[in-house]
C-alpha cells in the first residue's frame, strides 16, 4: 500500500491519479571489477530479491536474469567538535543484478578529460586572477606604510 494521499477520482474529471513505486533504486559503482552483464544497486531494506527484479522488469523494461543481495551496515562517522557525537548512516541492501549475456551496462562519461582539462585551466586562471587582484589591493596603500589596508578614505 501507498503512504500518499490522492486526490478522489470523481466521475467526469480527468483521472489525477500517478502511482509511483514506495521504493526507491541506487545505481552504484561496485569496489571490485563486474562483469559486463553485472549492476549494483543499493536498494532499502524492506525491498526483497523478487521486488528487485519486479521493478526493473516492470518499470525499466530490462530483463534480469539473477539477483543477489546482501544487508550492509551503514557507516559510523565522529562529529569532530566539542562534544563529539557518532552518527550512523542508514543501513541498505547490496543488490547485485546479472542480466543476460546478450546485454551490458557500461557508466556514462560525464565528465570527458577534454572538459577536465578545459575546468583545470579556468582554475589557474582564476587564481591568477585572485592573485593580481590581492597585490593591487596591497599595492595601494604601499605609499603609507603604518597604515592598515582596510584604513582608506
Same mark, same amino acid.
Given at each position: 500500500m501507498?503512504?500518499?494521499?490522492?486526490?478522489i477520482y470523481?466521475?467526469g474529471?480527468?483521472?489525477?491519479?500517478?502511482? $509511483?513505486?514506495?521504493f526507491w533504486?541506487? $545505481?552504484?559503482r561496485?569496489?571490485?571489477?563486474l562483469?559486463?552483464?553485472?549492476?549494483e544497486?543499493?536498494?532499502p $531494506?524492506?525491498?526483497?530479491n523478487?521486488d528487485?527484479?519486479?521493478?526493473l522488469?516492470?518499470i525499466y523494461n530490462v530483463?534480469v536474469?539473477?539477483?543477489e543481495?546482501t544487508l550492509?551496515? &551503514?557507516?559510523?562517522?565522529?562529529s569532530y &567538535?566539542?562534544? &563529539?557525537?557518532?552518527?550512523?548512516e542508514?543501513d541498505?541492501?547490496?543488490?547485485i543484478v546479472t542480466?543476460p549475456?546478450t546485454?551490458s551496462?557500461?557508466?556514462?562519461?560525464?565528465c570527458?578529460?577534454?572538459?577536465?582539462?578545459?575546468?583545470?585551466?579556468?582554475?589557474?586562471?582564476?587564481?591568477e586572477?585572485q592573485?593580481?587582484a590581492?597585490?593591487?589591493f596591497t599595492?595601494r596603500?604601499?605609499?603609507?606604510? &603604518?597604515?592598515?589596508n582596510?584604513?582608506?578614505?
Open positions: 501507498s503512504s500518499r494521499w490522492y486526490p470523481q466521475k474529471n480527468p483521472q489525477l491519479r500517478i502511482f $509511483l513505486p514506495n533504486m541506487k $545505481l552504484v561496485s569496489k571490485e571489477p562483469p559486463p552483464n553485472v549492476v544497486f543499493h536498494v $531494506l524492506a525491498m526483497t523478487h528487485i527484479k519486479n521493478y522488469e516492470k530483463t536474469k539473477h539477483v543481495s550492509e551496515n &551503514g557507516k559510523l562517522k565522529r &567538535g566539542k562534544v &563529539g557525537f557518532i552518527t550512523k542508514e541498505y541492501r547490496r543488490a542480466l549475456k546485454e551496462f557500461t557508466f556514462p562519461d560525464i570527458p578529460k577534454e572538459k577536465q582539462e578545459e575546468s583545470e585551466k579556468e582554475r589557474k586562471e582564476m587564481k586572477q592573485a593580481n590581492l597585490k593591487k599595492d596603500n604601499s605609499n603609507n606604510p &603604518g597604515i592598515p582596510w584604513f582608506r578614505i
